[in-house]
């Protein structure tokens, strides 16, 4: 038999194993995983590299349709392609924000028609459309959000009513609801007072946003997750009590998913926030030290899910203001995050497998994409990381393939680095170089 694709000589790594072993590519999904030499039309000589099960980053916001001077979903899957993502989930606060059929449509279009990397897509639940939840559940849809407290793209909450019947119409369609965690009292209520003794620095910006807003919004979501039989997840979760709550929440029997990102993990508000200003503005802020340090060791033990990015692309000029209150929170992080994440598992923090769990099998599963996406097995579709452990290089925020320019790790070195991006047997990504020819699809849950 020839394959379509062949890897060889590549080490797989799956969340139990490391092995040395070669793929075959039939169709775009994996034909054969075996130590004997397999033929095909195309052959990848992966000596000396990791092959990964595709990563998958389930947060990123490309803006597409509306928002698309700051991104749109061909340059925000190039830049996916580049940080060696093959699979992103697409977030819906653009304009108009993904609430209705119609909406889904059009970014299902919009998708295939532009994006290089395969996609999923998530539906926002506001006030008026709890209405809509079933019929949004049978359109492809991994999941719903709910913005909690107030971001970018200033989506009003629903009020706690709407909230609670929104999340017992959800727990009938199996899909899981993704929350933006932030009591959004507690945060306008410290905004004022503190735009009202005069501050417009940087750290003002942590300080209106404390753990404990996230952690009563976390408390609140698992609460109505008890009571409904909801599937929830908790976006972006930036604290310790965070990861404590998910933690003993998931103990508790509950089924609570959580995710973080490099931004939480590596940097120390109270001294990087200084620095970089509004560069680093984030809703949910970054945390001191102590936080990243938590969530690195809830990932660790199982009760943070995933890395996921939140990449939230934005101008310079809309980034880079002298008063903190006037910059608009968000930056990149599609392209990134692989790399930071692979020099952490160089630094002995955690195992490429206990990496590749937290990188692709765990966002397979909790967004409904498993076993099709997130597994190094015969039968899955052919997406593959390949990294290169021992390559070093520099984040340099203007070589990023995203329209925004903006990162706060500008600067930052890194060794391990991803080296081919393969989707359905598509090589996307080679050396850096993206081909951006438009083979993403639309990727729907699995058995609900
Ligand atoms: O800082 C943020 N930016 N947090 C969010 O939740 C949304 C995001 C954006 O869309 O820019
Ligand atoms: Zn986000």
């Known amino acids: 038999m020839s394959y379509d694709l062949v890897i060889k000589n590549g080490v797989l790594v799956t969340p139990e ?27 990848i000589d992966a000596a000396g590299l990791y092959v990964l099960p595709g990563l998958i980053d389930g947060h990123v ?38 609430s209705t059929v119609e909406a889904f449509q059009e970014k299902k279009s919009l998708g295939e028609s532009k994006a290089c990397v395969d996609f999923g897509v998530v ?33 009003p909450a629903p009020d706690d009513g709407a909230m609670l019947e929104a999340f017992g119409l959800i727990s009938k369609t199996g899909l899981r609801v993704g929350l933006h965690a932030e009591n959004n009292q507690i945060m306008q209520h410290l905004i004022k007072r503190f735009k009202a003794q005069g501050r417009t620095d940087a750290l003002a910006h942590l300080d209106s946003r404390p753990e404990v807003a996230e952690a009563d919004a976390i408390q609140k979501a698992i609460l109505f ?32 998913t959580a995710e973080t990102g490099p931004h939480y993990l590596l940097m120390d508000g109270p001294t990087d926030m200084p620095k970089l200003k509004s560069m680093l503005k984030m809703n949910p802020p970054v945390r001191a030290r102590e936080h990243g340090a938590a969530l690195f060791q ?21 980034k880079i203001k002298d008063n903190i209150w006037e910059a608009i929170p968000g930056f990149c992080g599609v392209e990134t995050s692989v790399p930071l994440m692979l020099t952490q598992v160089n630094a002995g923090r955690m195992t490429l497998n206990q990496y590749v769990k937290v990188a692709s099998e765990n966002p397979a599963r909790v967004w409904g994409m498993y076993p099709k996406k997130g597994r190094l097995a015969v039968g899955s579709d052919a997406d593959f990381t390949l990294v290169d452990m021992g390559k070093e290089g520099v984040i340099r925020s203007e070589r990023l393939h995203s329209k925004s320019k903006v990162s706060p790790f500008d ?19 080679k050396d850096g170089e993206v081909n951006s020819t438009p083979i993403g699809k639309l990727v729907s849950p699995q058995a609900r």
């Open 17 to 43: 194993a490391t092995i040395q072993a070669n793929v075959g590519v039939k169709d775009g999904r994996i034909a054969a995983i075996a130590s004997e030499e397999l033929s095909g039309r195309r052959v």
């Open 61 to 98: 916001h490309f803006r597409d349709p509306g928002l698309t001077y700051k991104e749109d979903l061909a340059t925000g899957s190039q830049a996916a392609a580049a940080g060696g993502i093959c699979t992103f989930i697409d977030m819906p606060n653009t304009k108009p924000p993904l």
């Open 123 to 155: 539906a926002v639940v506001v006030q008026d459309n709890v209405d809509l939840i079933p019929e949004l559940a049978t359109t492809g849809i991994v999941g719903y959000k709910v913005f909690m407290g107030e971001t970018v793209g200033a989506i």
């Open 225 to 256: 997750a008890e009571y409904t039989g909801a599937k929830v997840h908790i976006y972006h979760m930036s604290s310790k009590k965070g990861a404590e709550l998910v933690g003993q929440a998931k103990k508790a029997g509950i089924d609570v």
């Open 298 to 318: 809830g990932l660790l033990d199982g009760s943070v899910d995933m890395i996921a990015t939140d990449h939230s692309p934005h101008t310079q000029e809309e």
């Open 411 to 429: 600067g930052y070195k890194v060794k391990g680095m991803p080296v081919y991006t393969i989707v359905r047997g598509n090589v996307v990504m």
